[in-house]
């Protein structure tokens, strides 16, 4: 499966749950777009 996702702004722990809904898995593509660490705490 092929996932994006967008805008994460430093927040790990909503990131980790994320792919733990969808399942993601070795086989998987996830292309991530947008701002990655500009907030959050870390």
């Known amino acids: 499966m ?3 996702v967008s ?3 430093g927040c790990y722990e909503k990131y980790v749950q994320l792919l733990e809904i ?3 898995s070795e086989e998987d593509t996830l292309y991530v777009l947008g701002d ?3 907030r959050g705490s870390g």
Do not use: E, G, N, P
């Open 7 to 9: 805008d994460i702004h």
């Open 22 to 24: 969808i399942r993601f």
């Open 36 to 38: 990655v660490v500009d």
């Open 2 to 4: 092929i996932y994006a």
